[in-house]
């Protein structure tokens, strides 16, 4: 797409998507681990596992694949397809919290072993296995970083038989382990496309691999290998936490548009956004209509007078016809007043360094550079005044 979608369409529902979304290609979906409404499942996106969701708990997902931030981390929120903004409006599409169900124990494999759980009740798939030819090596997710193309790899000196070698992978060093090794059984002849990567003892690690899938139930894990071998692994590169960036001030503005001319509102300066309808008459003063009035409407008890935003702006009118429908915006402040808009194109938070403020108390109060357009911000106060 030559410009970013402004909607993602699901179960017949538009939602308007976030400034900072990023449209990614649908990719092969994997079981979920601890799978939860709402969790289709998980898939490598640009080399790392992300969980991939719905957009509202219940619905099938689809092909339009969209990576945002979300409350636990990035994720994929899936759709039908893309769309443009209703005339009605549009919910901000916010992915929803990752919640997983209850996990029993896990069952042991051996002598200080750790397997997968086997299926059953509220018990789901809480393993990855990464597959060379004939060997099979299983990790908890727990322990999983990312999925990465295996990279170049630079011999480790003293690491001695149980790594094959350093990489730098994911922007940041590990160890990549043998796999032979760790099974104790003969080199695998396939070569490695991928690299598991994950955290153990507060080091990096590495596992080459060909494949990766689910791991089966009651499956036992490396956990136990891994820690007999800690003495090891002491060369691997230590996995230090990185901190999690700051978060980058920013304004939530409702984003407009009346008679042809974009605008936005600061959120809090609006009280409700209402459906497309047609005002009723607007009431006379000494015969003659009140000039800005275009009609009434009703809205939580009250009768609201309308004004056309589009006249408000210096644009074409947006009211431009008897019994013509438009949706509505309730100001807030006092006394209460209707703003005919021709679309509501959704509500985004906009980074401050984007706006830049206009001094004096005058209509429009900041600017906003929203990609080579510069998008007026108004005054609610100031746009709808009509006494």
Known sequence: MSEAPAALLAGGQAWALPAEVEVVEAAPLRPAPLAAPGLLGIAV??????????????????PAWVLLDGPNGRVVVAGEAFSEIPPQGAPLLVPPRLAARRVPPALPAGPGGWSVPMRGGALRQVALAAELGALRLVLPFALLERVVPMPVLRPAPAAGPCALGYAVAGGAPALVLDPAWLLQAEAP???????VLFRHGGRRLGLPCARIGPARPGEPTLLARLEA??????????????APPA??????????SAGGQAFALPVEEVVAVIPPLAPSPAPERDGQPIRG??????HRGEVLPVLDAGLRLGAAEVLGQQAAEAPLLRLAGAPPVALAVSQVTGLRRIPERLISAVAGEGLVSAVVALGEAPLPVCRAAVLGAWR
């Open 229 to 242: 071998a800690a003495e090891d692994l002491m060369v691997a590169p230590l996995a230090e936490a990185a």
């Open 293 to 298: 009035f275009r009609g009434v409407a009703a």
């Open 189 to 195: 002849g396939p070569e490695a496309g991928l690299l």
């Open 247 to 256: 978060p980058e001030p920013s304004r939530a503005l409702l984003l407009c």
């Open 45 to 62: 996106v640009a080399g790392q596992v992300v969980p991939v969701m719905a957009a509202a708990a219940g619905l099938a997902g689809g």
